[in-house]
């Protein structure tokens, strides 16, 4: 019986690593505060503006983002539900800093999928920024706390196969896509000035 229990406890954890953790808590934590920052203070002649009929206005991208944030994550967790499967590691052919460089990469422009599409889902721009960081804030505590083996469980992407902690990596990764979309938007020659204040 003794020998037992000291064979469990020599047994490596399946969780993620500490410097795994931090990463990824840092980097979901940077994303958020820049998206807060770009968007702070703007009008709503200015989160409404659209640079033409086929672009997104700020406030739409905040709802998708918002969107984003939890099917994305949703995903990672059904991952999770199902059986560790280490055998499909070999699979996985994108490197951590790649996903993150592939998603943040405005260069290559994707159509996005209906259930992601903004259709005023949470009813205005402030609702949607709140949906945001209510999500991310619990999305960073789990990443921080949890002890899902996320390196062993699966989602395919269009691109391949990644691992839940990928997952979660491009979830943050495409909240600064879609804040550097905000970005250009607000540097469109046609985009509102802020009221000057009296």
Same mark, same amino acid.
């Given at each position: 019986?003794?020998a037992f229990v000291t064979m469990s406890f020599d047994a490596p954890a399946p969780g993620l690593t500490d410097a795994e953790r931090d990463y990824a808590s840092?980097?979901?934590?940077?994303?958020?505060?820049d998206l807060l920052k770009k968007v702070k203070g703007l009008t709503p002649e200015q989160l409404n503006f659209k640079a033409d009929a086929n672009t997104w206005?700020?406030?739409?991208?905040?709802?998708?983002?918002?969107?984003?944030?939890?099917?994305?994550?949703?995903?990672?967790?059904?991952?999770?539900?199902?059986?560790?499967?280490? @055998? !499909?590691?070999?699979?996985?052919?994108?490197? *951590?800093?790649? /996903?993150?460089?592939?998603? =943040?990469?405005?260069?290559?422009?994707?159509?996005?999928?209906?259930?992601?599409?903004?259709?005023?889902?949470?009813?205005?721009?402030?609702? @949607? !920024?709140?949906?945001?960081?209510?999500?991310? *804030?619990?999305? /960073?505590?789990?990443?921080? =706390?949890?002890?899902?083996?996320?390196?062993?469980?699966?989602?395919?992407?269009?691109?391949?196969?990644?691992?839940?902690?990928?997952?979660?990596?491009?979830?943050?990764?495409?909240?600064?896509?879609?804040?550097?979309?905000?970005?250009?938007?607000?540097?469109?020659?046609?985009?509102?000035?802020?009221?000057?204040?009296?």
């Amino acid at each position: 019986m003794v020998a037992f229990v000291t064979m469990s406890f020599d047994a490596p954890a399946p969780g993620l690593t500490d410097a795994e953790r931090d990463y990824a808590s840092k980097y979901m934590q940077e994303t958020k505060d820049d998206l807060l920052k770009k968007v702070k203070g703007l009008t709503p002649e200015q989160l409404n503006f659209k640079a033409d009929a086929n672009t997104w206005s700020i406030a739409e991208c905040v709802e998708h983002i918002a969107i984003s944030e939890n099917n994305i994550f949703g995903m990672a967790q059904e991952a999770v539900q199902q059986a560790a499967d280490p @055998s !499909l590691r070999k699979d996985v052919k994108t490197s *951590d800093e790649e /996903i993150v460089n592939m998603i =943040t990469d405005r260069t290559h422009k994707v159509k996005t999928q209906q259930p992601f599409e903004p259709t005023n889902k949470f009813g205005s721009f402030e609702a @949607s !920024l709140k949906e945001f960081k209510a999500k991310r *804030d619990d999305n /960073i505590k789990y990443i921080k =706390t949890t002890s899902d083996d996320l390196r062993n469980h699966y989602n395919d992407m269009p691109f391949g196969k990644i691992d839940s902690y990928q997952t979660i990596l491009f979830m943050a990764a495409h909240s600064r896509r879609h804040t550097e979309q905000i970005v250009e938007v607000m540097n469109n020659p046609g985009f509102p000035k802020a009221k000057s204040k009296s």
